[in-house]
């Protein structure tokens, strides 16, 4: 596969599917900067829309929920992951397997599917709807995404560190705290930074579970997008746009430092 | 965590697991078995839920509407995967066959659209489908204008047509392919990352050496490279496959009501209808549903799975 037309068909599909995930996105960023209020006009460039949109207290509010729900369920859901990934890769116990298959069920069910599950669940146990159902609801899915990313670079941990620990008489918790944690921590980070980054990105199963007062920017974008399309939404979008940029960037310095390779999920 | 004994292990072992265990059974497997034991309940008259035993839900659910929306939804997921796959896998193959060092990078480009948030990534698609937006407006403009010049200049009935055509909008919003598109666009990242994984993984001494026992580019592929690669073809169609099959947030923007599919359905029972027993067995239709594609699938992947040596694709 290496020489002839078959490599000009590669290299042109390539280009073209990466111009796909490009393109709209670029046309995005563009249309947030014309002056015009109309899309389909342009009328030269102008940062009125990001002005308007840093006015916005809306917009300020529901970034704030969303800060708060991200930032606590990644909290919460990467000391669980990890300590449960701990579990599967280095315990051998009752029921295992079952607990594995309930471990990766959060992951493939779809989230129209939990969203509901959780809604009838609040509802009949009489919780009030708010940030703490979401935190909880994001959590429910997040301990899964951490476990499955620190299990990754636990299966490639060698033993024969910790051992070595031993032998210089290091008790266990010294062992743990001063040479597999370490060692783990690229895959924890990963695992944080991907728990963060689908709670900030989460609307079906927070578009269910909240109540009035914990919109976040998920939600008020929809709302926003719902009633129409406004140079604002563009603006806001383009910002979410550079957040995630900057989100995969750090994540690629995480992996440089001698972490496994690109993660799956 | 190497000299501990018996007791302590088990100690250890009780702490590290219980937060999650009861996070997971409180907060996911209860909750799943609410629902599964609401698809057999009633409506009760002032909305709330009788608990009885009834298949009356289920029994609805066969009514066309539902199954042509089952139906709908089937498909329109069927034909996103095989769109991912066509557009992703030669990606994830070109990818993996760059120098090491450029790998990095463009798996990166590739995680930018991927980890930028989906509505916005949706919404992005409504700037360029309605009939108001990028398409249209090169549609109807520049496209119209040519088309006009051309009619009058030119024989023929083509270019009179075309000017016809591009007098209205394409209309493409609101349809099935504008959904299509749109699950593309947001899948086809999930797509391509388990496939470069495996094709990444591939030892490519191995189409070397079916090359050198006479198989032809095409026969390589089809018998060594691609039944190697073949878990990561399976492991991302799934990826694609079933937030397709559940998507609410694509069919609800991109889409009209001639587009409904699944997931607006159990929106619709549980937030404005409130009838929870049977938006909890339509839930259940989407598990269900699930299931089955998943074991077809994974059970036409096993079959095609065979043949993997470079001598058989000589043959």
Redesign the interface.
């Given at each position: 596969m290496k020489r002839g037309p078959f490599r000009h068909l590669l290299n042109l599909s390539a280009l073209s599917t990466f111009a796909f995930l490009y393109a709209p996105i670029l046309i995005l960023i563009l249309y947030s900067f014309n002056a015009s209020r109309l899309a389909y006009n342009w009328r030269g460039l102008t940062l009125h829309w990001y002005v308007d949109l840093f006015q916005n207290r809306a917009i300020g509010a529901a970034l704030k929920n969303s800060l708060i729900v991200a930032l606590s369920s990644t909290a919460i859901s990467t000391v669980f992951g990890t300590m449960v990934a701990l579990v599967m890769e280095r315990y051998d116990f009752w029921g295992k397997l079952p607990f594995d298959a309930l471990l990766y069920l959060p992951i493939i069910i779809p989230d129209v599917a939990m969203a509901v599950m959780l809604l009838m669940f609040f509802v009949l146990a009489h919780m009030q709807l708010g940030l703490i159902t979401i935190i909880i609801s994001h959590v429910a899915f997040n301990i899964s995404f951490v476990a499955v990313v620190v299990r990754a670079r636990l299966s490639q941990f060698d033993l024969t560190v910790e051992e070595a620990a031993n032998d210089l008489y290091a008790d266990n918790w010294q062992t743990f705290r001063r040479v597999t944690l370490p060692l783990l921590m690229p895959g924890i980070l990963g695992g944080a930074l991907l728990a963060f980054t689908l709670s900030l990105d989460d609307f079906v199963i927070t578009f269910f579970t909240a109540g009035p007062g914990s919109t976040t920017l998920p939600l008020r974008i929809y709302s926003m997008v719902k009633l129409g399309v406004t140079p604002e939404v563009n603006a806001l979008s383009s910002m979410m746009i550079l957040v995630s940029m900057v989100l995969v960037f750090i994540s690629y310095l995480l992996q440089r430092g001698g972490g496994p390779k690109i993660e799956m999920l | 965590?190497?000299?501990?004994s018996p007791r302590q292990?088990r100690i250890s072992?009780a702490?590290?697991?219980s937060?999650?265990?009861f996070?997971?059974?409180v907060?996911?497997?209860?909750?799943?078995l609410?629902?599964v034991a609401?698809s057999f309940g009633q409506r009760g008259t002032y909305g709330g839920i009788e608990w009885n035993l009834t298949l009356e839900n289920f029994a609805r659910l066969a009514d066309p509407l539902y199954i042509k929306i089952f139906w709908r939804s089937f498909s329109i997921a069927g034909l996103t995967t095989i769109i991912c796959l066509l557009?992703?896998y030669?990606?994830a193959?070109?990818?993996a066959?760059r120098p090491p060092n450029r790998r990095?990078l463009f798996?990166?480009?590739?995680?930018?659209?991927f980890?930028?948030?989906?509505?916005?990534?949706t919404?992005?698609?409504?700037?360029?489908l309605?009939d108001?937006?990028?398409i249209n407006?090169a549609w109807t403009g520049p496209i119209h204008a040519a088309a006009v010049w051309l009619a009058a200049n030119l024989p023929g009935v083509f270019w009179s047509s075309l000017s016809n055509l591009t007098a209205e909008p394409l209309g493409l919003f609101g349809t099935n392919l504008a959904i299509i598109i749109g699950l593309v666009?947001g899948w086809?990242?999930d797509m391509v990352?388990?496939c470069y994984?495996a094709i990444e993984r591939f030892d490519f001494s191995l189409?070397e050496a079916a090359e050198d026992l006479y198989a032809n580019?095409l026969r390589?592929?089809l018998r060594v490279?691609f039944p190697l690669t073949l878990p990561g073809i399976l492991a991302g169609s799934?990826l694609v496959f079933?937030?397709s099959?559940?998507a609410?947030?694509t069919p609800d923007?991109l889409g009209g009501a001639r587009s409904v599919m699944?997931?607006n359905v159990?929106?619709s029972q549980?937030?404005a209808a409130r009838d929870?027993p049977f938006?909890?067995a339509v839930?259940m239709g989407?598990?269900i549903l699930?299931v089955i594609g998943t074991v077809i699938y994974f059970r036409a992947g096993v079959k095609s799975t065979d043949t993997v040596q470079p001598v058989e694709a000589a043959r």
């Open positions: - | 965590m190497i000299n501990l292990r072992l702490v590290l697991i937060p999650s265990l996070w997971l059974i907060f996911f497997l209860f909750p799943l609410i629902v609401m557009l992703g030669p990606l193959f070109w990818i066959t990095t798996i990166m480009l590739l995680i930018v659209p980890w930028t948030n989906f509505l916005v990534r919404y992005a698609w409504i700037l360029i309605r108001q937006g990028l407006v666009y086809l990242p990352l388990p994984a189409s580019r390589t592929f490279i799934m079933i937030p099959l559940g609410y947030v923007l699944i997931g159990i929106y549980f937030m929870y938006g909890a839930a989407l598990m699930m």
